[in-house]
């Protein structure tokens, strides 16, 4: 079975210019989660789609932050403007949906560096 | 914000010692879970326990919970350089279901 998958892998950016990351979630999982992970930190979610429907996203900085999940399968992360603070490793996770603190998958993340 | 917090921050023990960490948290919790992080790689499951399961076991990993001190450990037996990672606890929140709150996590480095 594929895991998720995630691209690019890496990325360099200037500060204020656009990027977007994109997730592949495992085949038949309708719960995708997009966290963002600080050097020595642990993860922090940003936003949580039940199928196409964003569930939570409360934590999703939305005036530069934007996410889509169309047709309920891959999903887009997208920043524009980019901050010198934005620079951490995207992770995209994805479960079967419709329990309750499911296991979470997860693919290798994009690592995002601004200069 | 993080709910759960690990301790200690970082660990080092030699082949075959045992490695033990802690994760507190602050709410009532419908379960924890145990992930695993190689450096530069995605996060990988290991084991999950219910609030009302008091300790579980899976291979060379024995986890505990405690819901009365809101704490739950992880032991690692026999350990092995492989098992060189940052642990993380993740909880799932009673009043936000389907939310995984992580935590900081432990450095573990097991020295061959």
């Known amino acids: 079975e594929a895991g998720v998958v995630q691209s690019p892998r890496y990325k360099i950016i200037e500060k204020k210019q656009p990027v977007a990351f994109w997730c592949n979630p495992i085949s038949g999982h309708n719960t995708l989660y997009w966290y963002r992970q600080n050097l020595g930190q642990g993860p922090e979610l940003l936003i949580r789609y039940e199928n196409e429907e964003a569930v939570d996203d409360s934590q999703l900085p939305k005036d530069r932050f934007s996410a889509e999940r169309l047709k309920g399968v891959d999903s887009t992360l997208k920043i524009q403007p980019a901050e010198l603070g934005d620079s951490a490793v995207y992770l995209c996770a994805s479960s079967p949906g419709g329990g309750r603190g499911e296991t979470q998958y997860f693919g290798p993340g994009t690592r995002l560096l601004v200069l | 914000s993080q709910q759960g917090e690990e301790d200690p921050q970082a660990l080092s023990i030699q082949e075959g010692e045992n490695a033990t960490m802690n994760c507190s948290y602050k709410?009532?919790?419908?379960?924890l879970q145990w992930y695993r992080q190689n450096s530069g790689r995605g996060l990988v499951h290991l084991i999950l326990i219910r609030s009302n399961e008091r300790e579980k076991h899976s291979g060379r990993l024995r986890v505990t919970l405690d819901t009365s001190k809101k704490s739950s450990s992880l032991l690692i037996t026999a350990s092995r350089a492989a098992d060189t990672a940052s642990y993380f606890c993740?909880?799932?929140?009673?009043?936000?279901?389907?939310?995984?709150?992580f935590g900081d996590g432990t450095t573990l480095t097991v020295k061959p």
């Open positions: 709410t009532s919790i419908n379960n």
């Open positions: 993740a909880t799932d929140d009673r009043s936000n279901a389907g939310k995984s709150t």
